[in-house]
């Protein structure tokens, strides 16, 4: 890496903006964190005295749970805030929930909002440090990071690997990430799925549109099935559970058209039997556990970084 | 308000296409009337002793400006516009009347709202023509009392800000309203295809993250109103067309000879859906902000006659509709003050000349809705804007007269401007210092 490399982001609010030396940076620096992780003590001082909010307006079990680990590793004060309802529905907007927490002097505003673009109003809006933690069906950069991480562990690089994305595509902010993360790394990305959940002009993104999905993972070397919803907001989007795991669900027949030794990852949660058999989950070519691992040393250099560390 | 006094614009330029008039001269305004319009080598016409004399300097003597679509709010959004302030800022933008769109609450679907509005409007500086709905509540499913409202003062029907979803009551519409000789004016668009959308649909909405509405969602809606009104023989007005392919539907049906006029909006020519990049909620409106190539179509249909009229879709927020999470916020931008500018650099780029700009902005709104304007004509109201076509200034927000100031066209730097507005005779814009 050059000398002159500098990490430069107050926020991170999708790897959209963060360049090829930046995502570099923060691989190599969670590696350098991971360890800390499998310590008996795990526990490190760099943030000992900064405050970390966590501001969820959606659900979320391990996202949440793996920045509130990841702070506390490096020795950071957390606090957790669920909104269950948008701010036109809730009667306080977003952006004076947000003013609010920070006039309590936090130094890190983690979100998660179901509107593309939040992070980036907040960010607009706030001094405060802001990570996305999944906006909408934008953006979700560290899980797109965490998968570069975990991809790069087992094959040693990224640039031209074959990755192969199945399902909806249309709502995933990890595919939208994945398709940004894994092109500007120099992997080919392959999507496929039902047509109604491709959506226009995902080519611009960096992504090759597969008309079947045996087309899409041939010679993969990452398989990555996404969460499946039979509709979206009165959104007819497939028929059943039953038909798109016959048609789209990647089970080891398919996994067969793929390198041997090919990655199978899912950013969770997993709807068992539909969009992965139960077999190929817990094969031995799956790392999803491992990309949860991954997940807490992305999220301690994602931390660490915006805060000045070098 | 000023009383209607007598008022000379010394050394204008006259641009009247209505009657084909387009020269150097000098016009007296008196009792609210354009009493004597005369050249330098014309005699002069005996001056009344007490006159406002104003030495134009060859600024631009057109027909008070139109607007036949903005959103005035009044009643029950009046935190964001109000008809007072609505025709203020009309009147700022060279306007000397606006058609007010019944969206508002409680919806504008019979004539006790109708005379609210022109009870509202009589001291505004601004002529006001009330646009009553087409069904009950605007809810798409038995007509309004077009007759009543007419009666009332209602010069046409929609339901805008809506589609009217139910095909049958559409042409129902049209036929009931052709016995009033009501303009029907229809809000295109497919809302089954637009559900949930924020923005065109297209690489960017991919890109942010946000639903798209395609442009196909205007379209088919399109297609279906010209063949209503084609089937029908009833007039038929198309509202803010946005695309490509509608403005060629129309371009086809008006060869046809179909009864129908359309318009489009200062933005759909000025800007793409690249405004909305970085979440800028004052770039979001329904339809939507287009790509280029639509863009280019619409300024297509505006050099060749597919589009009459140029009117703003004026749709006031203020920032608690906007300054909030770009999914959850309103759409629509004010568009009065801005529509001049906005207008003359097609002038500049010479895609039209001078009397078009004119006609689209005045004398088509006042032919297809009936109502007075659009000449300056001998006899006629004085219903007058005079223009600086080549006045430059940057858009400030705290400038803006509107109540709301949801635009993106603030900070940047526009050329023209309205620089007095004569309403009826009375002065109700005048940036000269008397």
Redo the contacts between chains.
């Keep these: 890496m050059s000398s002159e490399y500098l990490f430069a982001h107050k926020h991170i609010l999708g790897l959209?903006h963060l360049s090829v030396l930046d995502i570099e940076h923060i691989l190599n620096t969670a590696e350098s964190f991971k360890e800390i992780s499998a310590r008996a003590i795990k526990k490190v001082p760099i943030l000992r005295g900064k405050t970390v909010v966590t501001l969820f307006f959606e659900p979320s079990t391990r996202t949440r749970l793996s920045f509130d680990i990841a702070a506390k590793r490096m020795s950071a004060d957390t606090f957790s805030i669920s909104a269950s309802t948008?701010?036109?529905t809730k009667g306080e907007?977003?952006?004076d929930t947000a003013k609010n927490i920070e006039a309590m002097m936090p130094d890190i505003l983690i979100l998660r909002?179901p509107?593309?673009?939040?992070p980036?109003?907040l960010a607009k809006h706030l001094k405060t440090s802001v990570v996305n933690a999944g906006?909408?069906?934008?953006?979700h950069p560290s899980q797109g990071l965490l998968d570069l991480m975990t991809v790069k562990e087992h094959k040693g690089k990224i640039k031209g690997l074959k990755v192969a994305i199945i399902g909806d595509i249309s709502h995933s902010?990890v595919a939208?990430s994945d398709i940004i993360g894994f092109s500007k790394m120099g992997a080919k990305v392959f999507v496929s799925g039902p047509a109604t959940l491709i959506?226009?002009?995902?080519e611009?993104?960096g992504a090759t549109v597969c008309g079947t999905i045996l087309d899409a993972v041939k010679e993969a070397d990452v398989v990555m099935p996404l969460r499946i919803q039979k509709e979206r907001?009165?959104?007819p989007l497939i028929p059943s559970f039953r038909e798109y795991a016959t048609f789209f669900g990647i089970n080891l027949q398919v996994l067969r058209a793929a390198k041997p030794d090919a990655l199978v990852m899912h950013p969770g949660p997993v709807n068992r039997g539909v969009e992965l058999a139960p077999d190929v989950a817990d094969g031995s070519q799956s790392v999803i556990l491992e990309q949860v691992t991954n997940g807490v040393a992305i999220r301690m250099a994602l931390m660490y970084l915006v805060l000045g560390g070098k | 308000m000023s009383p209607p006094q007598a008022i000379l614009l010394q050394n204008g330029r006259i641009i009247d296409p209505a009657n084909r008039v387009d020269k150097k001269a000098s016009l007296l305004v008196e009792k609210g009337k354009i009493k004597a319009i005369f050249t330098q080598r014309q005699k002069q016409p005996a001056l009344p002793q007490k006159l406002l004399s104003i030495d134009l300097q060859d600024k631009w003597i057109i027909p008070g400006l139109i607007d036949m679509h903005v959103h005035l709010r009044e009643p029950g959004e009046e935190h964001k516009e109000t008809i007072d302030t609505g025709a203020r800022a009309a009147a700022t933008g060279g306007f000397t009347a606006v058609a007010c769109m019944p969206n508002t609450n409680p919806v504008n679907d019979s004539q006790s709202v109708t005379r609210l509005i022109l009870e509202k409007a009589e001291n505004a500086s601004a002529r006001v023509y009330p646009v009553g709905a087409i069904s009950k509540g605007s809810h798409g499913e038995t007509l309004a009392e077009f007759g009543e409202m007419k009666e009332a003062g209602a010069v046409a029907v929609t339901d805008d800000g809506r589609p009217v979803t139910d095909s049958q009551l559409m042409r129902r519409a049209l036929e009931y309203a052709s016995n009033y000789g009501l303009m029907v004016i229809s809000h295109s668009e497919d809302s089954n295809l637009s559900r949930n959308g924020a923005m065109n649909e297209g690489f960017l909405s991919t890109s942010m993250g946000l639903k798209g509405i395609p442009h196909i969602a205007e379209e088919v809606m399109v297609y279906r109103d010209l063949a209503l009104a084609a089937y029908t023989g009833c007039p038929l007005h198309l509202a803010h067309i946005s695309t490509k392919e509608s403005i060629n539907l129309i371009r086809l049906a008006k060869k046809r000879g179909y009864p129908i006029t359309a318009e489009t909006a200062p933005h759909y020519f000025t800007l793409t859906e690249e405004a909305v990049k970085e979440y800028n909620t004052n770039a979001k409106m329904n339809p939507p902000l287009r790509t280029q190539k639509d863009r280019e179509a619409v300024i297509q249909g505006i050099k060749d006659g597919t589009i009459d009229v140029i009117a703003t879709d004026h749709a006031p927020h203020s920032v608690l509709e906007k300054d909030i999470e770009f999914d959850q916020a309103a759409n629509g931008i004010i568009g009065l003050e801005t529509a001049v500018p906005l207008t003359l650099a097609l002038f500049r780029k010479g895609y039209i000349n001078e009397a078009r700009l004119v006609e689209m902005l005045s004398v088509n709104p006042a032919r297809i809705l009936r109502v007075e304007g659009g000449s300056l004509a001998i006899g006629a109201a004085a219903d007058i804007a005079v223009i600086d076509p080549e006045q430059r200034f940057i858009l400030r927000s705290e400038d803006i007269v509107s109540k709301s100031k949801n635009s993106p066209f603030i900070g940047l730097s526009l050329q023209g401007k309205a620089v007095l507005t004569l309403c009826g005779g009375r002065i109700t814009h005048n940036t000269f210092t008397v």
Excluded at chain 1, 135 to 139: I, L, M, N, Y
Excluded at chain 1, 199 to 202: D, E, F, H, T
């Design positions: 959209d948008s701010s036109t907007t977003l952006a909002h509107s593309s673009g939040a980036h109003y906006d909408g069906t934008h953006e902010r939208h959506p226009r002009n995902v611009m993104l907001q009165n959104d």
